[in-house]
């Protein structure tokens, strides 16, 4: 296990697809679908099975941007920045996240690992902008202080929980 | 194949077999530009240099254009020439344009085309983030700045070396070449062989440039400066000063480099012979005791590499002898220690090598004697050519000179080594039995001469059949071994060089297209063919050589192992 991800479960996903060099995209979104991200290991792993350069694995798994190349939280918000959602005003949105969870300069993902920030260009809701999801559920005609308390109430679920 | 008329700019072409129309326009004696493509390498038809305009005005690459009777295309229209220039200035733009100071200046095709083109102005701003220099490698160094993303670095690396060392990372404007996860070379599985450098049109990848550190010890009065060179120098050199390719220059480097301060010169080919006699007793042995089979020839530092770094299970395989240069410099070392102490200076000894992966070689810690390395320094055929220009000395115009004694000489057989085929040859030079001119003139016919990427013969040693195979080009032993490996085929002997064409083809000579190569292949043939003896067994200094040392002396200066338990 390296950062929570099971090698024997990569291989066995890398080996459902015989092998493949190409099947590597399919690969690559299986992993990817399970923990979230692909890990340097993983990428490893691939280019070892498959019988490639780690460099080949490495540049598509940075030319698609679906994929990601570091662990994320457990809640993954996405605030829309398409023109609809950045004109009704996205981007405060964004900074009171930014700010809420503490994040610095490239930072995507808090410190406690429970949420990770990106930003989408437009999610095909524009007459719900401005738009934010977090694990795929969507929050529309979003505010700061609304997204605000979002984040409080699942922080404390989550301490609830814990 | 292909066959017809074309009409390049109203002019009647013929084409016949040509690969692409930028063949056909190459026959037709118009130089076009490019900067991706190689006619050893996939077309990747990205850089747009090469394009052509077609009777309705549509423009195309030519690389990636298959010959058509009756095609019609413009090769210099307004249109085209407005699109080439437009091209150089956006690559200019994102480019770091210290020509004066770049390794590259004077053989970079970037401001050799900017300069044909006219590119004078640049509109355009660059505001990409300046990625990091790597020289963390002993071969090569790495400038993202001076990239132009023209992909022939990581298809050369991926498709005739088969490493996949780098490769494009990101894409649209943040796209860049690079290994892995932004890594440095050292931390990557890289061979050392240089071959990206070779074919980077810029100076993104250039050699690690070791001049200064061999100026150093030429001035330095403690030291006693001894040079090897290497055979794929001699007849690569003389390109740099307007000769053809293949003209053998070693006596005229001879009294060059002793212009310049060095105090002695010996010739690598003394080294080879060491190699061959080595080697083929080693094969021999092998034959007594049944194996193991196939041995590998180990005299490429970027091959020995490649089996630590991925295919450990095959070391065993590969003959003990160390490369020619390495036993050249363990036995010189040994031998200059009473002399070093008789007249209290110390001999630094400098090779001059076709390679990069040399510069690697002579650093590995197994080529070391009480931590001082037995060759100090390896200088690529490119740089010797640049300290000559420095010194302002006019090589054709030098007198000739032999090598100095005992060291200067060595056989046809040696000679040949900077070829592909040709340690093959000179260990079955000496295995056979026949010494006389038949066996000579069979081999000389047999297909451990030419250009193949893999090829293989038959011979008989006194009555055993034995089975050689020779391959250059990396990428090429690597499959051959997979063929091995599905009982296909299999070898007694197998020759392997990481560069195509062998050592002749090195990342350190000077640059130019595989033509070039073969006439250098073709002129160490020659020498080989007037030099007076043919056999590494018939050198007349070996023997006195190696005279005074035990069997055991002379095992731990010539051999190696790099099995690690
Ligand atoms: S030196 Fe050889 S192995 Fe290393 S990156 Fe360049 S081409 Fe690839
Ligand atoms: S490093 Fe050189 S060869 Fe490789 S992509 Fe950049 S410019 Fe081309
Ligand atoms: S083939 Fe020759 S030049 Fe190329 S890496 Fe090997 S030793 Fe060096
Ligand atoms: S711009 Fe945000 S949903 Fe369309
Ligand atoms: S040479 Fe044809 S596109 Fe680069």
Same mark, same amino acid.
């Given at each position: ?162 | ?54 009777? @309705? ?5 030519? +690389? ?19 699109? @080439? ?6 690559? $200019? ?5 210290? +020509? ?7 053989? +970079? ?37 001076? +990239? ?94 307007? &000769? ?9 480097? #001879? ?126 055929? =490119? ?45 079955? @030079? ?9 066996? $000579? ?7 451990? @001469? ?19 195979? #020779? ?17 296909? #085929?299999?070898?007694? &002997? ?14 350190? =000579? ?56």
């Amino acid at each position: 296990m390296a950062n929570g991800i099971s090698m024997e479960r990569v291989e066995a996903i890398i080996d459902s697809y015989g092998a493949q060099r190409s099947n590597l995209i399919a690969i690559m979104q299986d992993i990817q679908a399970e923990y979230k991200y692909l890990s340097p290991q993983v990428l490893e792993k691939i280019a070892e099975k498959l019988n490639i350069g780690v460099a080949k694995v490495y540049s598509v798994a940075t030319f698609y941007e679906n994929f990601s190349l570091e662990a994320k939280g457990k809640y993954i918000i996405k605030v829309c920045d398409g023109t609809a959602c950045h004109v009704r005003k996205s981007q405060p949105i964004y900074n009171a996240i930014r700010e809420h969870l503490k994040l610095e300069g490239k930072q995507k993902t808090s410190a406690d690992g429970l949420f990770t920030l990106e930003t989408v260009s437009c999610l095909g809701a524009c007459g719900l902008a401005p738009v934010v999801t977090i694990n795929d559920q969507v929050h529309s005609k979003m505010t700061p202080e609304a997204m605000v308390a979002l984040l409080e109430q699942i922080e404390k679920e989550e301490a609830d929980n814990a | 194949m292909a066959k017809g008329i074309m009409y390049i700019n109203g002019q009647r072409v013929p084409f016949d077999g040509e690969p692409n129309v930028l063949a056909v326009i190459r026959k037709a004696g118009i130089e076009m530009p490019t900067f991706c493509y190689y006619s050893d390498l996939s077309v990747y038809g990205a850089c747009r240099m090469c394009v052509v305009e077609d009777e @309705r005005g549509k423009i195309d690459t030519s +690389c990636s254009m298959q010959p058509r009777d009756g095609l019609s295309i413009k090769t210099n229209s307004a249109r085209l020439l407005k699109h @080439r220039r437009m091209i150089l200035e956006l690559m $200019l733009a994102s480019h770091n344009c210290n +020509c004066t100071i770049c390794e590259k200046s004077g053989d +970079c095709h970037l401001q050799e085309l900017a300069l044909q083109f006219g590119v004078r102005n640049v509109r355009f701003e660059d505001n990409r983030e300046v990625l990091p220099f790597d020289d963390s490698s002993p071969a090569v160094v790495r400038d993202p700045s001076k +990239c132009i993303l023209c992909g022939d670095c990581v298809r050369v690396c991926e498709e005739t070396i088969g490493m996949g060392v780098i490769d494009f990372a990101k894409r649209g404007y943040n796209m860049q070449v690079t290994p892995a996860f932004g890594r440095t070379l050292s931390q990557t599985n890289c061979i050392s062989c240089g071959q990206c450098s070779a074919v980077c049109p810029t100076g993104a990848i250039t050699v690690y440039n070791q001049i200064g550190a061999a100026w150093r010890a030429i001035h330095d009065t403690s030291k006693r400066v001894v040079v090897q060179i290497a055979p794929a120098v001699r007849v690569a050199v003389g390109e740099a000063f307007g &000769l053809p390719s293949g003209k053998n220059m070693l006596d005229q480097m #001879v009294t060059a480099l002793k212009l310049m301060g060095v105090d002695e010169v010996y010739d690598t080919t003394f080294g080879a012979d060491l190699t061959t006699i080595q080697e083929a007793e080693e094969f021999k042995a092998r034959l007594a005791a049944g194996g193991p089979f196939p041995m590998f020839t180990s005299c490429c530092p970027a091959w020995i590499k490649y089996l630590e770094n991925e295919n450990p299970k095959y070391l065993k395989n590969v003959s003990s002898c160390k490369s020619p240069m390495e036993m050249f410099g363990a036995l010189l070392k040994e031998k200059y220690q009473a002399k070093d102490a008789e007249d209290g200076r110390t001999t630094y000894h400098i090779a001059i090598m076709p390679c990069t992966a040399k510069k690697m070689e002579a650093a590995r810690p197994e080529f070391a004697t009480d931590g001082v390395p037995d060759v100090d320094l390896v200088l690529t055929t =490119q740089e010797i050519i640049d300290m000559i220009k420095e010194s302002g000395i006019q090589l054709p115009q030098m007198e000739l000179e032999s090598p100095d004694t005992p060291f200067g000489f060595g056989s046809g057989s040696g000679v040949i080594f900077g070829t592909t085929g040709g340690v093959a040859e000179a260990v079955a @030079r000496y295995c056979l039995p026949d010494k006389t001119k038949n066996t $000579l003139r069979k081999l000389e016919l047999s297909p451990l @001469r030419g250009e193949e990427s893999i090829r293989e013969a038959t011979l008989d040693v006194g009555g055993t059949e034995i089975r050689i195979a #020779v391959v250059h080009g990396l990428i090429n032993a690597q499959n051959l071994i997979k063929r091995i490996e599905a009982g296909e #085929v299999n070898y007694h &002997l197998i020759e392997v060089m990481t560069c195509p064409t062998g050592c002749v083809g090195g990342a350190g =000579q000077p640059i130019g297209r595989r033509d070039k190569k073969l006439e250098r292949a073709a002129g160490l043939y020659t020498t080989d063919k007037t030099a007076i003896f043919k056999r590494a067994e018939f050198n007349p200094v070996m023997d006195d050589a190696l005279a005074g040392y035990s069997e055991e002396q002379l095992h731990h200066m010539l051999h190696v192992n790099y099995v690690k338990e």
